[in-house]
């Protein structure tokens, strides 16, 4: 049994640290008030003092408006926030009276680490660069299933705390994980470049739902199963269904300070930006549709699902919010339907008339690599009338109701 700490249990963090308490001693320490079962909270000296291993899961924050739920290709490219981290190795350091192991968690931009951080560290500690590949709504499972395990190290090979490291993971890892060694700036960029291949993975999946929307007699699934199916030189079938746009506290944000590494080492050219362009126009085409069908029917528009995927909370970097500022911009009134959701705005909890509803949460498409997984039941008494649009196509007719699929423009 390892002695574990970790600074900064919130989303992930906690979750995190509990997974290591069915196995180990671990203790947290946060700066907000936590509590846990089976993870003890406690100071940061004896946390720092207590713990062999200290785990740093504490924000790497994007700017004001850098989420990607409102429009930010306009803007000025922005590093994310290092303050919170700095401010944990500055705790370990005034803290410790032996040396530890120190694993930072944190997304950082490929560079930051070796730049920013690792210069601040005494040096009797020992650091290693350790991102993870979670997401919200299944970060235990995450956790002990991770596609891989990154571990970046100063010169990117494998040393005595980088195989110490493995064996702490092995004794909770559920599905014999993939570790990929790599130097600090190696494994920054693999998590950084793994969340924005999926944003441009999407982007382009969800274009040919642009397109089966102009052209006609296109069915999108049609095409993208054809894809998906194409492993001999297009990678395997997740994310490669058309529908709502990549979202989340981390993807959208990522390619969003992107933007701002491709400036700062002048790379003569901005992929990201090019990629949440095309987010925001496709949740802009989408938004025109709904808005069409809400001319045509003399309806309002709902959209079914504020966060940014089901089960969760978190409205931050929300698709549905993007479509809805489209909405809006237009002139037209949203309200949402979410009884999660964490920003209130425009939030209501029935429907007393028939609306155009977009279908925006599919939680059987967003969990099912987890195992199969019960469909997204309405949030309230849908009203006869009603025309939903279904952004997944999974819906079927339903009586009293007018169900649409956004990217199937075959003849029926
Ligand atoms: N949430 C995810 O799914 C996910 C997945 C992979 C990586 N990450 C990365 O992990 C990091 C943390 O993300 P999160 O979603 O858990 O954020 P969060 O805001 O939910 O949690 C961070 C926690 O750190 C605490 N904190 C802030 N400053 C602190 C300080 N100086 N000392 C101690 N505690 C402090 C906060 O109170 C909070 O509880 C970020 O860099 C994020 O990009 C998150």
């Avoid at 425009?346 to 199969?372: F, N, Q, S």
Wanted: net charge negative; with cysteine; glycine share 8%.
């Amino acid at each position: 049994m390892k002695k574990i700490g970790f600074i900064g249990i919130g989303k992930l963090g906690l979750d995190c640290a509990e997974v290591m308490a069915e196995k180990h001693e671990v203790r947290g320490y946060d700066i907000y008030p936590r509590t846990s079962d089976s993870v003890k909270v406690c100071d940061i000296d004896e946390l720092v003092n207590e713990s062999e291993w200290i785990f740093i899961a504490v924000p790497t924050p994007h700017a004001e408006g850098y989420d990607g739920s409102v429009p930010s290709s306009h803007m000025e490219p922005r590093d994310f926030g290092h303050a919170a981290v700095i401010d944990a190795i500055n705790k370990v350091n005034t803290h410790a009276r032996s040396p530890k192991k120190v694993v930072l968690i944190s997304t950082v931009l490929p560079g930051t680490t070796r730049k920013h951080f690792f210069p601040l560290l005494d040096s009797k500690h020992q650091f290693l660069y350790n991102p993870y590949l979670i997401a919200m709504g299944s970060v235990k499972w995450d956790m002990v299933n991770p596609e891989m395990i990154m571990i970046g190290t100063e010169d990117g090979d494998w040393n005595g705390i980088a195989g110490e490291l493995k064996d702490l993971y092995d004794t909770v890892m559920q599905n014999d994980p993939r570790y990929e060694i790599g130097t600090w700036d190696e494994c920054e960029a693999v998590k950084i470049f793994y969340n924005t291949f999926i944003s441009a993975k999407v982007g382009l999946v969800n274009m040919i739902q642009d397109f089966a929307m102009k052209i006609g007699n296109i069915n999108v699934d049609v095409v993208t199963t054809a894809l998906a199916r194409s492993t001999m030189r297009i990678m395997g079938p997740k994310y490669m269904t058309a529908g709502m746009g990549d979202a989340g506290a981390c993807h959208p944000r990522d390619n969003i300070a992107l933007r701002w590494l491709a400036k700062e080492y002048d790379i003569g050219y901005d992929l990201f930006d090019t990629v949440m362009h095309a987010r925001e126009i496709q949740a802009e085409n989408l938004a025109k549709f709904l808005i069409s069908h809400a001319r045509q029917h003399a309806l309002g528009i709902v959209i079914h699902g504020k966060a940014y995927k089901p089960d969760v909370p978190y409205c931050i970097g929300s698709y549905s919010t993007l479509v809805g500022h489209y909405v809006k911009a237009a002139g037209f009134e949203v309200r949402y339907l979410d009884p999660l959701a964490d920003d209130p705005t425009d939030v209501v909890t029935e429907l007393t008339g028939p609306a155009v509803i977009l279908w925006a949460h599919d939680r059987k498409i967003t969990y099912e690599y987890t195992g199969d997984q019960p469909e997204t039941e309405p949030y309230c008494d849908i009203p006869r009338g009603s025309v939903i649009v279904d952004p997944w196509r999974k819906l079927n007719n339903m009586a009293g109701l007018t169900v649409v699929h956004y990217g199937n423009t075959r003849a029926k």
